[in-house]
């Protein structure tokens, strides 16, 4: 069983930025494909970044490329995702998400991941 951690979220002016943090259980975490989703009120769950198990591959929603940067460390078993340039249209619960023995590409689908954390609340406002 994996466990996933979120952390970093919280009020911020548009503009401004975080850094959200999630933090994974397990000691094969180097081998898990990582994302980012995010849920607004009212919404549907959307993709927004991932990450292959190396790191050395990324993937991003169109509408935060450029502005959002996703990283892991596998020292540490966590994954980042740096948010810059916040609009309140970002605001959602965000949520990290795991899937095991992914040798792959980056995974764009909710579907493809075994593990989801609680999620962290970013509030952007205007």
């Known amino acids: 069983q994996v466990q996933l951690v979120e952390s970093g979220g919280g009020l911020v002016q548009a503009g401004g930025s975080l850094r959200l943090s999630c933090a994974a259980s397990g000691r094969t975490f180097s081998s898990y494909a990582m994302g980012w989703f995010r849920q607004a009120p009212g919404k549907e769950r959307e993709f927004v970044a991932a990450?292959?198990?190396?790191?050395?591959?990324?993937a991003y929603a169109d509408s935060v490329k450029g502005r959002f940067t996703i990283s892991r460390d596998n020292a540490k078993n966590t994954v980042n995702l740096q948010m810059n340039s916040l609009t309140p249209e970002d605001t959602a619960v965000y949520y990290c998400?795991?899937?095991?023995?992914?040798?792959?590409?980056?995974?764009?689908?909710?579907?493809?991941?075994?593990?989801w954390g609680q999620g962290t609340q970013v509030t952007v406002s205007s």
């Open positions: 998400a795991a899937r095991r023995r992914s040798w792959g590409d980056p995974l764009r689908n909710g579907a493809q991941y075994d593990y």
């Open positions: 990450i292959s198990w190396t790191g050395g591959s990324t």
